[in-house]
């Protein structure tokens, strides 16, 4: 027996964490897709040190950290369970919309892309020249600005679940596709202005970067609230689990809200993390051209301030 349409067996075994994270293939959409992310970004790399130039190992651990996680929800069993089971769909859709886009936005695939990409000739416009031309964009300054970010954000949960939306995607393959990219992009999206690692239109300073991720949280926590209290199931999708899996609706449906409230928090630690770590280094960076300057020209500017206080002095003698 199928369900929705996408040729997936309903009579599948008790769910267990082995039979969750055993290969399966997947989605052969998101097996290739994370193929040809990994792929670029090694050449990428690869293009950087035959030239001499170095690059983050870390940044290269990042990223490939990243894919593996879309590659872990999607193309493994769980693929297959969240297709009935509301609960291990939730682990999908927070995994793709919360910590694939910060694990590969820390890898700074942008930044990577415009250096590895050559230069075009002078009057010719290349990919490079493209990518910069996008960037600096008035179209990716609205989408990644937070009165459209954080909107989205919230959307793509409330206007997903709480709306025949999400049992409409289900029943086709395609729509199933649609809604899982949909997650991994309003994910990127929402933190890509945040992270701050990579050049983009939106780039505010750290106290407004951790004001924003604060303020997408709380959401989270609250969906997740509501459909822990919810007091019947919300979704026709998994309103009958095949009976194989030998679970109740409305108690996977509470299990799939507390996933979302605990979820919430994970992001936000991280990219804390990532943001301290971020100023930290700046203030350093700045110290240290600081320090430079000073070397060059005699500190020229504690000189002239120390004149002045003896102009000062000098007055008051007077």
Same mark, same amino acid.
């Given at each position: 027996?199928?369900? #929705? $349409?996408?040729g997936m067996h309903m009579d599948l075994p008790p769910f267990t964490l082995g039979r969750g994270l055993s290969f399966s293939g997947g989605d052969p959409f998101f097996l290739i897709g994370c193929l040809v992310a990994l792929v670029l970004y090694g050449w990428g790399v690869l293009r950087l040190r035959r030239r001499g130039d170095s +690059?983050?190992?870390?940044? &290269?651990v990042a990223f490939v950290t990243g894919v593996l996680t879309v590659a872990l929800v999607m193309c493994t069993g769980l693929n297959d369970y969240g297709?009935?089971?509301?609960?291990?769909?939730?682990?999908?859709?927070?995994?793709?919309?919360?910590?694939s886009p910060i694990l590969i936005l820390l890898g700074a695939p942008v930044t990577l892309t415009l250096r590895a990409l050559p230069a075009a000739e002078r009057g010719r416009t290349g990919p490079r020249e493209l990518l910069v031309k996008l960037l600096h964009s008035r179209y990716l300054r609205i989408i990644t600005h937070p009165a459209f970010t954080l909107p989205l954000f919230i959307a793509s949960l409330y206007g997903l679940y709480f709306s025949p939306i999400f049992d409409s995607l289900m029943q086709t393959r395609t729509g199933h596709i649609a809604m899982m990219v949909h997650f991994l992009l309003v994910g990127l999206l929402f933190f890509w202005p945040i992270m701050g690692v990579d050049p983009g239109p939106h780039r505010p300073g750290y106290v407004m970067r951790m004001l924003e991720l604060f303020a997408g949280m709380p959401f989270?926590?609250?969906? $997740? @609230?509501a459909v822990m209290m919810a007091?019947?199931?919300?979704? &026709?999708?998994?309103?009958?689990?095949?009976?194989?899996? #030998? @679970?109740?609706?409305?108690?996977?449906? &509470?299990?799939? #809200? #507390?996933?979302? +409230?605990?979820?919430s928090? @994970?992001?936000s630690v991280v990219v804390l993390v990532a943001l301290l770590f971020q100023w930290y280094t700046s203030e350093q960076r700045q110290a240290r051209r600081g320090d430079r300057a000073a070397d060059r020209d005699g500190d020229a500017e504690l000189v002239a301030y120390n004149a002045y206080l003896a102009s000062l002095e000098a007055r008051g003698r007077g």
């Open positions: 027996m199928d369900h #929705g $349409g996408h +690059w983050s190992p870390g940044r &290269t297709m009935v089971m509301f609960s291990v769909h939730m682990v999908q859709h927070m995994v793709l919309s919360m910590l989270h926590a609250f969906f $997740g @609230i007091s019947e199931p919300m979704l &026709t999708t998994f309103e009958h689990p095949p009976a194989s899996l #030998g @679970i109740d609706a409305l108690g996977d449906q &509470t299990a799939a #809200g #507390g996933i979302a +409230w605990a979820f928090e @994970i992001p």
